[in-house]
């Protein structure tokens, strides 16, 4: 079946980028979502990249996609402890809208 | 407006009550979602509904009762519950139920099984 992973932490200096990576092995996927969850609350949907993009930048957030490795990144530039939080790479499935999520990365920001 | 609003945010339940759990969004989405979070786990679906109808089941045990009244609404009925169903449930939705639409979930209700 369709996997993702994703490794399970990260820790950086405010101000420093962050890059959190993810790896999906469904070869027809077409979107890919970040999605942010701070301890006790929902998902936030943070962006999302098209398969036919290699790079979508959205103010700090840059998504970066290697079709061909099937990997997917997001950079967050000048990290902020306000970003200290669980980041979720996910795949949509087939075309039910599921979505496949990762185990999710822990990041931590040391003031 | 991308908000959808679960309520309750908490919610104990002893093993032979029943309860619901409501959901509710007004961006004219046609697809809502149930999704199982564990703690420290990745959030699991558990159902889907595409245009009030309900589309995929993954396979969750009859204690589990989804309901989507309308399109805006959608609710998860719980009875006889075990504790490990306490989890944090979370509801989502999007434009229609396809791969290339966003998802934009709620807050969550927290459940607690005693």
């Known amino acids: 079946g369709e996997d993702v992973e994703q490794s399970l932490f990260l820790s950086v200096r405010e101000g420093d980028s962050s890059v959190i990576n993810c790896t999906y092995t469904d070869s027809s996927s077409t979107y890919l979502y970040w999605y942010k969850q701070e301890p006790g609350a929902g998902l936030q949907l943070l962006t999302y990249i098209f398969s036919n993009m290699d790079m979508k930048q959205d103010q700090r957030l840059t998504v970066l996609l290697n079709k061909k490795d099937k990997h997917l990144s997001l950079r967050i530039a000048d990290t902020q402890t306000g970003d200290s939080a669980i980041y979720f790479c996910?795949?949509?499935?087939?075309?039910?809208?599921?979505?496949?999520f990762g185990q999710g990365t822990t990041l931590q920001v040391k003031p | 407006d991308t908000e959808v609003t679960q309520t309750p945010k908490h919610l104990v339940m002893g093993m032979t009550n029943k309860k619901s759990l409501k959901c509710e969004q007004h961006m004219g989405h046609r697809a809502m979602y149930w999704y199982k979070q564990k703690a420290k786990k990745p959030p699991e679906l558990m159902f889907v509904?595409?245009?009030?109808?309900?589309?995929i089941n993954e396979s969750v045990p009859s204690r589990f009762s989804p309901e989507c009244p309308n399109s805006s609404l959608l609710n998860l009925h719980l009875h006889a519950l075990q504790p490990e169903d306490s989890a944090l449930y979370l509801c989502?939705?999007?434009?229609?139920?396809?791969?290339?639409?966003?998802?934009?979930f709620g807050q969550g209700t927290r459940l607690t099984v005693v």
């Open positions: 996910a795949d949509a499935s087939g075309n039910t809208g599921k979505l496949i």
């Open positions: 989502a939705s999007s434009q229609e139920g396809s791969k290339n639409t966003e998802a934009f």
């Open positions: 509904y595409s245009y009030e109808k309900l589309s």
